[in-house]
């Protein structure tokens, strides 16, 4: 079975320093990831997704993300903050035919003036 | 943004009282999906639906039932509210192909006293 862990569940960052937010996943099957985020009192919105194409990973907003096998790691990055960027973040990951996800419990980024 | 409407959007009932949530699109998607989410747990799966009147258990089942007789509505039943089912509420709805991101509706706000 499929599972998501997300280190940290809150993470601080000063306006314009690098975002780092890690998720690292198991999976018996090469695995579809996902990093969602959501803003304060509204639903999820797809930031970036893996779906085996390429490692590197860029999404909207600036983010992007490396699949790392060897690791087992999906971590999502961003070079230099901003205050918009402040709402939880979720890791996800799909079984084998996409029919479901498995979230991690979230991390809440809080940008720092 | 994805056509996916959930209603209500927030309500208050009494322990022991039947509750329906509906989740509405526009996209016709073949697949739906019903989450909870609480703090410290990401969103989980209660039911998801592949087809009309084909629906399957998720990870939080027990107590929530669901049907689907419209390939745009997908309905969340609590048969008898109780107060571990106060969380907010999420629809997704997926597209066919296995690489198919879930994209989500706005939530509902459940609070059971």
Known sequence: AQSVT?????????????VLLRCNY???????????????NQGLQLLLKYTSAATLVKGINGFEAEFKKSETSFHLTKPSAHMSDAAEYFCAVSDGDGN???????TILRVKS | DAGITQSPRHKVTETGTPVTLRCHQTENHRYMYWYRQD??????????SYGVKDTD?????????VSRSKTEDFLLTLESA????????????????????????????????
């Not at chain 1, 198991?26 to 304060?40: A, E, K, T």
């Not at chain 2, 703090?39 to 998801?48: A, D, K, M, Q, T």
């Not at chain 2, 571990?84 to 509902?108: L, M």
Request: charged share 10%; aromatic share 14%.
């Open chain 1, 6 to 18: 997300q280190l940290g569940s809150h993470v601080s960052v000063s306006e314009g320093a690098l």
């Open chain 1, 26 to 40: 198991s999976s018996s099957v090469p695995p579809y990831l996902f990093w969602y985020v959501q803003y304060p």
């Open chain 1, 100 to 106: 479901k996800l498995v979230f991690g419990a979230g």
């Open chain 2, 39 to 48: 703090p410290g747990h990401g969103l989980r799966l209660i039911h998801y």
């Open chain 2, 57 to 65: 258990k998720g990870e939080v089942s027990d107590g929530y039932s």
């Open chain 2, 82 to 113: 109780t107060s571990s089912q106060t969380s907010v509420y999420f629809c997704a709805i997926r597209g066919q192909g296995v690489q198919e991101t879930q994209y989500f509706g706005p939530g509902t706000r459940l609070l059971v006293l």
